[in-house]
């Protein structure tokens, strides 16, 4: 019985043993089991912020791609006007090389004129001095002829 006794305790002895060693595996993987759940919960955390800050980057980079979407309309938009202007101005640009062309034959003509006006003026005025050196003529017989009455008159009262 004895020997029994000490077998038990003995037996017990080592349960108790194993039952503190398996106690203290139990608390260490309690204790790293608690760390992994502490770490997990940061990665879960820094997963979600990481999250957050991928959909505000994707919230912004969709602004700045309907702000440039946008500007690109407004640009198009721009672009036609300016080409629009553009053909107006070349069109313009000819019809003033055109009209500088038009403008040379009218000088031409003008100057053509201005010769023909010259040489007119020249003529009308020796037709002039002709016609007042005529009418001087004319005014010097009507001055004889008023004498010639005059003159008529005078003799038939005095007769």
Do not use: F, P
């Amino acid at each position: 019985l004895k020997e029994e006794n000490a077998t038990l305790r003995s037996r017990i002895s080592k349960l108790q043993i194993l039952s503190d060693t398996q106690a203290d595996k139990m608390r260490k993987l309690e204790k790293k089991l608690e760390e992994n759940k502490i770490k997990e919960e940061k990665e879960a955390q820094d997963l979600e912020a990481m999250v957050q800050h991928v959909e505000q980057n994707l919230q912004l980079m969709t602004k700045r791609a309907v702000k440039a979407e946008n500007n690109v309309a407004k640009l198009r938009q721009e672009n036609a006007l300016l080409q629009v202007q553009l053909r107006n101005y070349k069109a313009e640009n000819e019809a003033l090389q055109l009209g500088q062309a038009g403008l040379a034959t009218a000088k031409q003509n003008a100057e053509v004129a201005l010769q023909h006006l010259l040489r007119v003026t020249t003529s009308s005025r020796a037709s002039i001095r002709q016609l007042l050196s005529g009418a001087e003529s004319l005014q010097l017989i009507a001055d004889l002829l008023k004498s010639i009455d005059r003159i008529s008159e005078v003799s038939e009262d005095g007769q």
